[in-house]
């Protein structure tokens, strides 16, 4: 262990880091562009050319707006219950793999923090530590609304990331590894979408529970719910669970590329070593289109009724989810007898 | 002597939580603080707030929570099974097979029981 | 001392401390967050004896289910909104006693221990892996039955769990 060595582990998560804020800022913009583009409105255009600089105006409004504690909030919780939502997934990228090794100066350096070796185990761990920020918010806050939107959604996390889990399955089955590297070395050729189409959708509705997203965003059902369990958050407490939303986005993305298409490779293309550096923006590519689809679901579907919504989760989304996962295992096994 | 192959996460680790708490200072350090006591009142659309915020809840959120650690765990034993699903076989299928249709006894049984519903 | 000695420390400190605040703190819900640190501090100590797996399956169950289940039971008693939950009951001397005598059971079993001597061996091709586990696992020679009987343990105290909280509907 080395001293360049740790040198290159801060320097590439801290690259992650700005990747995933930078990546926060823009997609936010992205998609109030695109929902504009859908309604046929033109969407956020005047701070710089094209409105490119719209994000950052955003930033520095929330940084001087005023933050309420309510007086009979618990206020350490208070507090900490955005930082507890945004670290996980920020900590969740460990494990994505950008590309393979590059060579940086005569120095082999793999463009992925970790591959552990039960990445995807790794992957659910830290989606599973996500809840608590959630419910902390809620309950902390000593709100109605809160309250019942941070419980209601933590229920929801936790009853989509069975179908998820399940869906994890699929490709482990395929590649006979859980490392996210394997995962993508596996899919040379043929994307794992061609094996898996179910579990593949089953991973998009399950992530799109996941990240409380629309048509799944009961957290913020303002309708009934005023904001959730953000509710008396506001300024950059607000833009914290802002950033964990966007960013659980842009990871969700980046895994569902990673199991499903592919990755940082691109079928039938041997990288020669100099061309390892296209990695990073081929998986960026793919992040961008499932991005774009995770908008215009939000712009085409109403939101569910709660009721509905668990039992979807329950009664559909789990059975089919075990049901691909033991059809697949028969065909795996049946295959490689 | 080989690195643990998790100190590039503490690192992330470490620096993640370092930005969260950038973002929780400057928050402190430019927004205005002019607190009223109506301002810090818990916010119920305008009226003024009736009993206590938090309150006891409905036993349906527990009765999910209690499904949800039994098939949490029948994905973490499914994992590793994935990896060597090959090797094991035919063998491999039956065991998983057997374990998963007691599972799924206990799922009809909830299912049945109205455990799922949420009314 | 090493690095790893110094984590090592750090970390047990962090777990034994949060796990003193869960049964000291009177606020119940503060109790099941300070319990879920004590468990992710053992996650800690088990990535640093290099069980990745165990670790990650700590964090999933444990953290991801299990206290999930324990901040929706509290939620669900009735002190949950007050915050002056009597910190002792009527049977704190009888437990501090038990905690004593069990203290000092393992106190003086391990003393004969050598595991505290000897160096860990390094890590080769030979060191147990997942592989070996998940063969283990399933192997008619291994622990088939248990891994078998542990589904029947689950669902019995699923079924349990429903007919308290919902049977008598």
Do not use: C
């Amino acid at each position: 262990m080395d001293a360049a060595l740790i040198w290159e582990w801060i320097i590439k998560s801290a690259i992650v880091l700005l990747i995933m804020t930078g990546g926060f800022a823009y997609t936010t913009f992205y998609e109030r562009r695109l929902l504009a583009r859908i309604q046929t409105r033109i969407g956020p255009n005047r701070a710089g050319p094209w409105g490119i600089l719209q994000p950052v105006a955003d930033g520095v409004k929330l940084i001087f707006k005023e933050e309420l504690i309510p007086a009979q909030a618990d206020k350490v919780l208070f507090v900490l219950a955005p930082v507890i939502t945004v670290i996980p997934a920020l900590v969740i990228t460990a494990v994505m793999p950008w590309g393979g090794v590059v060579n940086i100066f005569g120095r082999q350096v793999p463009l992925y923090i970790a591959d552990v070796n039960v990445g995807v185990l790794y992957i659910m761990a830290i989606a599973s530590i996500s809840v608590y920020g959630i419910v902390l918010a809620g309950w902390s806050s000593n709100n109605k609304y809160a309250m019942l939107g941070g419980l209601r959604s933590s229920a929801q996390m936790i009853s989509y990331e069975l179908a998820l889990g399940l869906a994890f399955v699929g490709p482990v089955l395929i590649a006979g590894s859980m490392s996210l590297v394997d995962i993508v070395e596996k899919q040379r050729d043929i994307w794992f979408v061609v094996y898996q189409p179910v579990g593949f959708i089953i991973f998009l509705i399950a992530t799109l529970a996941e990240v409380n997203r629309a048509p799944f965003d009961m957290p913020e059902a303002e309708q009934e719910l005023t904001a959730g369990y953000h509710t008396e958050y506001s300024g950059m407490k607000f833009a914290l669970f802002f950033m964990a939303e966007y960013i659980k986005m842009i990871a969700v993305s980046a895994f569902a590329a990673t199991l499903f298409l592919g990755g940082y490779r691109l079928p039938f293309i041997e990288y020669p070593d100099w061309l390892e550096w296209i990695g990073p923006f081929v998986l960026l590519a793919k992040i961008i289109v499932l991005l774009g689809g995770m908008i215009w679901v939000r712009a085409t579907l109403p939101r569910f009724r709660y009721d509905r919504l668990m039992a979807f989760g329950w009664k559909i989304m789990f059975p089919l989810a075990l049901a691909n996962v033991l059809v697949t295992a028969v065909i795996v096994v049946i295959l490689s007898a | 002597m080989i690195p643990n192959e998790y100190l590039p996460i503490a690192v992330l680790f470490i620096l993640a939580t370092g930005l969260a708490a950038l973002v929780i200072i400057l928050g402190h350090a430019f927004g205005p603080r002019r607190p009223t006591a109506r301002k810090l009142m818990p916010y119920e659309s305008g009226m003024t707030p009736i009993g206590p915020g938090t309150r006891r809840i409905r036993v349906a959120f527990y009765m999910i929570a209690v499904d949800f650690i039994l098939f949490d765990i029948e994905v973490v034993f499914f994992l590793p099974w994935a990896v060597y699903a090959r090797e094991l076989s035919y063998y491999g299928l039956l065991v998983i097979g057997i374990f998963t249709v007691l599972l799924l006894v206990g799922f009809i049984y909830a299912w049945k029981k109205g455990a799922l519903e949420w009314e | 001392m090493t690095v790893m000695q110094i984590l090592f420390l750090l970390i047990g400190l962090v777990t034994l401390a949060a796990s003193v605040m869960v049964v000291s703190t009177r606020n119940m819900v503060r109790a099941a967050l300070y319990l879920i640190v004590t468990l992710f501090g053992v996650a800690v100590l088990y990535v640093l004896l290099n069980a990745g797996f165990f670790a990650v399956v700590q964090v999933v169950i444990y953290i991801g289910a299990i206290s999930i289940l324990f901040i929706f039971a509290v939620m669900l008693t009735r002190d949950v909104t007050g915050l002056q939950a009597a910190a002792f009951n009527r049977t704190w001397l009888l437990a501090a006693f038990l905690a004593l005598v069990l203290f000092g059971g393992l106190f003086l079993a391990l003393q004969g221990w050598s595991g505290f001597e000897t160096v860990p061996p390094a890590f080769t091709d030979d060191t147990p892996t997942i592989r070996d586990l998940g063969l283990a696992l399933v192997s008619p020679d291994g622990y088939v039955i248990p891994f078998e009987v542990a589904s029947v343990l689950l669902v019995a105290a699923m079924i349990g769990a429903i007919y308290v909280a919902w049977g008598r509907k």
